[in-house]
Nanobody, 115 residues
Framework: QVHLEESGGGLVQAGGSLTLSCAAS????????MGWYYQAPGKERELVAD???????DYGESAKGRFTISRDNVKNTVSLQITKVNPEDTGVYYC?????????WGQGTQVTVSS
């Protein structure tokens, strides 16, 4: 079992920046993928970005440009920096961990962008 603890969400003003963080604990294999998904109200969850333990990054189509993902393999953390936020970024951001056929989700952290 892998537990994911997210932090960094909240209310942010349009044009600002924020960083979401996620810490994984539990039965963690060295080879894994950690990432962030976004779900807007009434819509399906979609990939923002993920990063392998080897540093390979994949950004979702809507996330290129303002989003930067990074990770710390020693601390088993993954972070997502969002710059120039806008109201369309409002939603719930979920941390994801995948490894050896297992898939885990965090509880989600709400991000609300005020205009």
């Amino acid at each position: 079992q892998v537990h994911l603890e997210e932090s960094g969400g909240g209310l942010v003003q349009a044009g600002g920046s924020l960083t979401l963080s996620c810490a994984a604990s539990g039965s963690i294999f060295v080879i894994n993928v950690m990432g962030w998904y976004y779900q807007a109200p009434g819509k399906e969850r979609e990939l923002v970005a993920d990063i392998t333990s080897g540093g390979i990054i994949d950004y979702g189509e809507s996330a290129k440009g303002r989003f930067t993902i990074s990770r710390d393999n020693v601390k088993n953390t993954v972070s997502l920096q969002i710059t120039k936020v806008n109201p369309e970024d409002t939603g719930v951001y979920y941390c994801n961990f995948r490894s050896d056929g297992r898939n885990f989700w965090g509880q989600g952290t709400q991000v609300t962008v005020s205009s």
